[in-house]
Nanobody
Framework: QVQLVESGGGSVQAGGSLRLSCAASGDSYRDFYCMAWFRQAPGKEREGVAGIEGVGRSYYADSVKGRFTISKDNAKNTLHLQMNSLQPEDTAMYYC??????????????????????WGQGIQVTVSS
């Protein structure tokens, strides 16, 4: 099993920044796992925000390119999402996800929820105008 615990959420004004972290643990977790961040706003479908392969190749939704950066610290089994220039439309519950089925190019067609088997509980990000 794999456990994922998110931290770093909160409230910020438009234009501000937040850094989300996700600590991975469990006997099954390995640093070759693909990991990703998703978000879900009230009344909307879950959206893949950013993903990263085990070796570090990253993918981003068009809505966050140039503003968000995903990174992975394999020594600490931690995933990060640096979010800059936040806008009210970024307000959502953010979820960390992981999956051992990881290969180069897996997320070429998008960061998709069905591709991930392990999920964190989520953390709220609220951006006010």
């Amino acid at each position: 099993q794999v456990q994922l615990v998110e931290s770093g959420g909160g409230s910020v004004q438009a234009g501000g920044s937040l850094r989300l972290s996700c600590a991975a643990s469990g006997d099954s977790y390995r640093d070759f796992y693909c990991m990703a961040w998703f978000r879900q706003a009230p009344g909307k479908e879950r959206e893949g925000v950013a993903g990263i392969e085990g070796v570090g190749r990253s993918y981003y939704a068009d809505s966050v390119k140039g503003r968000f950066t995903i990174s992975k610290d394999n020594a600490k089994n931690t995933l990060h999402l640096q979010m800059n220039s936040l806008q009210p439309e970024d307000t959502a519950m953010y979820y960390c996800a992981a999956d051992p089925r990881c290969w180069r190019g897996k997320m070429n067609t998008g960061v998709r929820a069905p591709d991930f088997g392990y999920w964190g509980q989520g953390i709220q990000v609220t951006v006010s105008s």
